[in-house]
């Protein structure tokens, strides 16, 4: 059985884990040759709630999620170079340029989106709710007055 001791086997660990492990914990243990009784047990909650375990898992997500802003940062610059690029054909009236132009901007919306869609914080998200809740009790309120 590997030992978590070792921290060739706490990276194995958190690169399982945050790889094909998909996140499970007792497949993670199996991949990383540990026995299947012995991630089956819940001994294996200890060997996750170890601190180098936890910073390892971490520094894998870190980077994950900074190549992620990276390739949503890459994308747009494309999009955008791109959109300049169809700009003249666009403006003189070229079909496919217009249609490559509303089909970039498609693209922009959604990658700009993801982006924000990230950031949206739990108060707005709420706050749209309301929103939206007291719009749909308007337009119920209005259907209930011209059919009573």
Not at 9 to 20: K, P, R
Not at 39 to 50: N, P
Not at 76 to 104: F, M, S
Not at 115 to 134: G, S, W, Y
């Amino acid at each position: 059985m590997p030992c978590i001791r070792d921290k060739s086997t706490v990276q194995l660990v958190a690169s399982i884990f945050c790889g094909e492990g998909e996140r499970d914990k007792e497949q993670t243990l199996v991949l990383a040759k540990y026995s299947k009784s012995y991630a089956r047990s819940g001994k294996c909650a200890l060997l996750y709630a170890r601190p180098e375990v936890i910073a390892a898992i971490q520094a894998i997500d870190t980077k994950k999620q900074e190549k992620i802003n990276y390739d949503c940062e890459q994308a747009l610059v494309l999009l955008l170079a791109d959109y300049i690029r169809l700009e003249p054909a666009a403006d003189k009236g070229n079909i496919q340029a217009i249609q490559a132009r509303t089909a970039i901007s498609r693209e922009l919306n959604d990658v700009v989106g993801l982006h924000k869609q990230r950031f949206v914080d739990e108060t707005e998200q709420a706050r749209e709710l309301t929103q939206q809740e007291q719009e749909e009790a308007q337009r119920l309120a209005g259907i209930r007055l011209r059919t009573g």
